[in-house]
T-cell receptor
Framework: NAGVTQTPKFQVLKTGQSMTLQCAQDMNHEYMSWYRQDPGMGLRLIHY???????DQGEVPNGYNVSRSTTEDFPLRLLSAAPSQTSVYFC?????????????FGQGTRLTVV | GENVEQHPSTLSVQEGDSAVIKCTYS??????FPWYKQELGKGPQLIID?????GEKKDQRIAVTLNKTAKHFSLHITETQPEDSAVYFC???????????FGSGTRLQVQP
């Protein structure tokens, strides 16, 4: 049972480059989300999805795009990387779209933008 | 929107001592309060949660208490062990909200 799988685990980008962070879950969860984790700031929501074909913005969406073509996959795209996007990114999924059930997190992607 | 504050930001205890981490929340509609443990290089993992109709919940050495009137909840770890060393996050949720709201985290270090 893989749970939530994120790739890559580490990435270094140059300013202006684009890339896609991959996230896949095998638990048939409807709800998926992306967070970024910065020192002293906890986890901040970037984008989320309540099901295939449905996405919406979170707290800090600027500079990121998402899509949800299947229940399993929820990739996060950085359009033009900036040093301010240096962070650790976590993908999460949960069974219910109501915020009262356990969220399962991936191992994270540590991104450095130089 | 909801705001969750977590204290302390760092906590160092001796092995065998107890550790307490406290969180306050602002939205009285919040009804779900999970605690996550994040070990180095890993994603957060749920360790215990409590719902608003319960005042306390225990799971072996871990307990969580909730005071809805005061809008605060706490994590208690007894008989701490070195493997308890990690970053702990509190969070709040509500069925009508788009995501959990997380506290800023507490780095717990258990000294052997």
């Amino acid at each position: 049972n893989a749970g939530v799988t994120q790739t890559p685990k580490f990435q270094v980008l140059k300013t202006g480059q684009s890339m896609t962070l991959q996230c896949a879950q095998d638990m048939n969860h409807e709800y998926m989300s992306w967070y970024r984790q910065d020192p002293g700031m906890g986890l901040r929501l970037i984008h989320y999805s309540v099901g295939a074909g449905i996405t919406d913005q979170g707290e800090v969406p600027n500079g990121y795009n998402v899509s949800r073509s299947t229940t399993e996959d929820f990739p996060l795209r950085l359009l033009s990387a900036a040093p301010s996007q240096t962070s650790v990114y976590f993908c999460a999924s949960s069974y219910s779209t109501g915020m009262n059930t356990e969220a399962f997190f991936g191992q994270g992607t540590r991104l450095t933008v130089v | 929107g909801e705001n969750v504050e977590q204290h302390p930001s760092t906590l160092s205890v001796q092995e065998g001592d107890s550790a307490v981490i406290k969180c306050t929340y602002s939205d009285s509609a919040s009804n779900y309060f999970p605690w996550y443990k994040q070990e180095l290089g890993k994603g957060p993992q749920l360790i215990i949660d409590i719902r608003s109709n319960v005042g306390e919940k225990k799971d072996q050495r871990i307990a969580v208490t909730l005071n809805k009137t005061a809008k605060h909840f706490s994590l208690h770890i007894t008989e701490t062990q070195p493997e308890d060393s990690a970053v702990y996050f509190c969070a709040s949720g509500d069925t009508g909200r788009r995501a959990l709201t997380f506290g800023s985290g507490t780095r717990l270090q258990v000294q052997p």
